[in-house]
């Protein structure tokens, strides 16, 4: 089924279309910036087909897909940061004043670094990279023990606070 949506662009247009016209109207409604629904829905409307088709001619095919991605793997992210300080007794609730905002600095820490490591796929970095002869794997080589050195260090602030 995943195969055919791709194929037949509902993934790469269909969803992101949906996803912007429900924020776009949400928003919208939200600060009722027009009395009219009617009006509210219209522009939501056209400003999501222009966004879409915008994105559509003047952005690499995938780049929905490696978002969707990417949200994910920063949901989890926080989901096991979460699952981290709940084994180690720690009630996020009652930091709400220093450190309870760190699952949602690290969500968008990695969101942000996903974010910069899409653009980057959409550039020629692969074959930056050939020409400078650089033998290491970028992702498991450098980004990886970043990554896992700032969630260790997080983990090991708010534990022992």
Not at 63 to 82: D, Q, W
Not at 107 to 117: D, N
Request: charge should be negative.
């Amino acid at each position: 089924m995943i195969t055919y949506m791709s194929q037949t662009d509902i993934i790469h247009l269909f969803f992101p279309w949906l996803l912007l016209l429900a924020f776009t109207f949400g928003m919208l409604q939200k600060y009722e910036f027009f009395e009219d629904e009617a009006v509210t829905g219209a522009i939501a409307l056209s400003s999501s087909f222009l966004a879409i088709a915008g994105i559509y001619f003047f952005l690499p095919e995938n780049i929905f897909a490696n978002f969707g991605g990417i949200l994910a793997f920063a949901a989890f992210g926080v989901l096991g940061f979460l699952i981290v300080m709940a084994i180690a007794g720690i009630d996020i609730s009652e930091m709400e004043g220093r450190i309870g905002k760190i699952p949602l600095a690290v969500g968008l820490g990695i969101l942000g670094i996903g974010l910069l490591a899409m653009a980057a796929g959409a550039f020629p970095v692969e074959e930056v990279v050939r020409e400078v002869n650089i033998d290491a794997n970028l992702v498991d080589d450098v980004l990886m023990p970043i990554i896992l050195l700032v969630f260790i260090i997080a983990i090991v602030a708010v534990s022992s606070s």
